[in-house]
């Protein structure tokens, strides 16, 4: 079983940038991949990010490449998503996931919501 809880969510202007931390209990978290998803008002939950256990392989949905960065620190139980040059179409609750790489989806964080300005 792993715990995941979610931080660093907020409201930024177009252009910015936010940085997601997603803490983890349990003894075999360098044993799952880790992930990111969202999930805009209306909208169905859509896969953003993920990263393989030991970090060596990561995977993008498509809007997202060359914007998000998705890493991970095995001695803190902490993977992190960096969000630069946000859109308003990255407005979102963005969740916390660990699973098997590339679609690690077994178990969920409580979600943080991130918004974009125009």
């Known amino acids: 079983q792993v715990q995941l809880v979610e931080s660093g969510g907020g409201l930024v202007q177009a252009g910015g940038s936010l940085r997601l931390s997603c803490a983890a209990s349990?003894?075999?978290?360098?044993?799952?991949?880790m992930g990111w998803f969202r999930q805009a008002p209306g909208k169905e939950r859509e896969f953003v990010a993920a990263?393989?256990?030991?970090?060596?392989?990561?995977y993008y949905k498509d809007s997202v490449k060359g914007r998000f960065t998705i890493s991970r620190d095995n001695v803190k139980n902490t993977v992190y998503l960096q969000m630069n040059s946000l859109k308003p179409e990255d407005t979102a609750v963005y969740y916390c996931?660990?699973?098997?790489?590339?679609?690690?989806?077994?178990?969920w964080g409580q979600g943080t919501q991130v918004t974009v300005s125009s």
């Open positions: 990263i393989s256990w030991g970090g060596g392989m990561t």
């Open positions: 349990g003894r075999t978290f360098s044993r799952y991949a």
């Open positions: 996931t660990a699973g098997v790489y590339p679609r690690p989806d077994d178990y």
